[in-house]
């Protein structure tokens, strides 16, 4: 039976995107061979050794962190004394201390494909290289988004609503002798 309510309109959900669709496939899949790996070592060498080398890549992971969590902190505050002494510098020693940070994080983890790749993110040749790379795509992303960079990106995200609308509007200014008779037309201010 009819009623003669016409259906209602939704907005058109956008298109999930390649990384929203394969990031949960990839991250099933190497936690199926995380295990895989894990119960094989377990097969070969005995679960014991295995459970030394989850802990002993725990420990050296805290202890990277911590130390690159130490060299952030210290490049931080020879920063802000530099700048309060007015000696502003380029950047600092600093340079690999994220990937420090992730290598640490992934030897923490448990497993023996994460504490390969988090072996590997601690040499400083491989830090070098992925860090130009990240440089080099982050700037293409900018140049991609507009000539106004980041400013004009978050101006654009500002001015569409979250149902997709966008807000037109002008924004107009008060200029002080802009009144009746060239007088400002805000009142003055009390001292």
């Known amino acids: 039976?009819?009623?003669?309510?016409?259906?209602?309109?939704?907005?058109?959900?956008?298109?999930?995107?390649?990384?929203?669709?394969?990031l949960p496939l990839g991250v099933a899949a190497w936690l199926v061979l995380e295990i895989w790996l894990l119960t094989v070592v377990a097969g070969a060498a005995g679960g014991f050794s295995v459970f030394l080398l989850l802990v002993a890549g725990f420990?050296?992971?805290?202890?990277?962190?911590?130390?690159?969590?130490?060299?952030?902190?210290?490049a931080l505050?020879?920063?802000?004394?530099?700048?309060q002494a007015g000696t502003a510098s380029g950047p600092g020693k600093s340079e690999g201390n994220g990937f420090l940070m992730l290598g640490g994080l992934l030897l923490m983890l448990p497993g023996l494909v994460s504490?390969?790749?988090?072996l590997v993110l601690l040499i400083p040749p491989v830090q070098k290289a992925?860090?130009?790379?990240?440089?080099?795509?982050?700037?293409r992303k900018?140049?991609?988004?507009?000539?106004?960079?980041?400013?004009?990106?978050?101006?654009q995200a500002r001015i569409h609503r979250p149902d997709g609308k966008v807000v037109q509007g002008e924004v107009i200014r008060d200029e002080p002798g802009a009144g009746a008779g060239g007088q400002d037309p805000r009142p003055p201010l009390a001292r």
């Open 1 to 22: 039976m009819t009623t003669g309510a016409s259906t209602p309109t939704y907005p058109v959900r956008p298109p999930r995107s390649r990384l929203r669709t394969f």
């Open 59 to 74: 420990l050296i992971g805290s202890a990277v962190v911590k130390r690159a969590g130490r060299r952030a902190f210290r």
């Open 77 to 83: 505050s020879e920063t802000l004394q530099q700048q």
């Open 115 to 118: 504490d390969v790749v988090g």
């Open 130 to 139: 992925l860090g130009g790379y990240a440089e080099r795509a982050f700037e």
């Open 142 to 155: 900018l140049r991609a988004a507009g000539a106004g960079g980041l400013g004009d990106a978050f101006q």
